[in-house]
């Protein structure tokens, strides 16, 4: 019994076991970017761009990530333009989550500019909240609560409420 144990201990040393896969460099890479830390993302992609396994993704990946950190340097002076290629350029680098740079932006035109406009076609200016929502779909064109909220502005009390189409009325049962 002790001899099998032995053997068995010393098979199990000799074969050494593989480590599951980590992140590819331009995964690890996203990861920094979702995070803020937009130099280590470069960093990293770039020293991806010249391998074989991830090398066309980190080099597509530089160019994405040098366009967002130019960009990034600049949001409090964006005009519409740019904060709508602002995030766009984070839609390719990372289609399924917002960087926290990106968040911030979003924050700035898109999130407060509707949270205003939602309040002034509560007191009443519909106009005044109608080109508000206009301006938002010039940096985000498909965000889906300033088209609904535009869509609810026609409704017959303009949704003033609550912004939404049916003025936050609850469907009698």
Do not use: N, W
Request: proline content about 7%; hydrophobic content about 40%.
């Amino acid at each position: 019994m002790l001899r099998a144990l032995l053997l068995f201990l010393a098979l199990s040393q000799a074969a050494p076991q593989k480590a599951p896969p980590g992140p590819s460099r331009s995964e690890t890479a996203k990861l920094f970017f979702l995070t803020g830390d937009l130099a280590k993302a470069q960093e990293i992609a770039r020293a991806g761009a010249s391998s074989k396994a991830d090398g066309k993704k980190c080099q597509a990946l530089v160019k994405l990530l040098a366009e967002y950190a130019f960009l990034a340097g600049r949001i409090d002076d964006f005009t519409p333009e740019q904060a709508r290629q602002f995030l766009e350029l984070d839609a390719k680098i990372t289609p399924d989550a917002r960087g926290k740079l990106t968040k911030q932006a979003l924050e700035r035109f898109v999130d407060r500019p509707l949270s205003i406009a939602k309040l002034r076609a509560e007191a009443g200016d519909r106009e005044g909240a109608r080109g508000i929502a206009q301006d938002i779909l010039k940096v985000a064109p498909k965000h889906p609560e300033t088209l609904a909220f535009l869509k609810s502005l026609d409704a017959p009390d303009g949704g003033a409420a609550t912004g939404r189409p049916d003025g936050g009325q609850s469907p009698r049962k």
